[in-house]
């Protein structure tokens, strides 16, 4: 039995799913404070964020890794 597992835990999700997972966490303002980029700061929209993301492999990076320590937070309570 051949079943195709992947170990990647952000498997299956869409950037876009992320930032908004994080803004609804955090809003707009702190998920500003948490990654300081400007796409977060001034005038931020899913479009902006996503665009720049898309284009900005260690900004993308930080996105990623602050969306798992939040996951493991809620998941652990």
């Known amino acids: 039995m051949n079943t195709n597992t992947t170990k ?3 498997h299956g999700l869409t950037l876009e799913t992320i930032v908004s997972g994080l803004v609804k966490h ?3 303002e702190d998920l500003g404070h948490q990654i300081n980029i ?6 931020p ?4 964020s996503l665009k720049f993301l ?4 260690w900004a993308r ?4 890794s602050l969306y798992l320590s939040t996951q ?3 998941w652990k309570k």
């Open 8 to 10: 990647d835990p952000l």
């Open 26 to 28: 955090y809003g707009w």
């Open 38 to 43: 400007r796409c977060f700061t001034s005038d």
């Open 45 to 48: 929209s899913i479009k902006s």
């Open 54 to 57: 898309r284009k900005t492999p």
């Open 61 to 64: 990076k930080k996105v990623e």
């Open 72 to 74: 493991n937070c809620v």
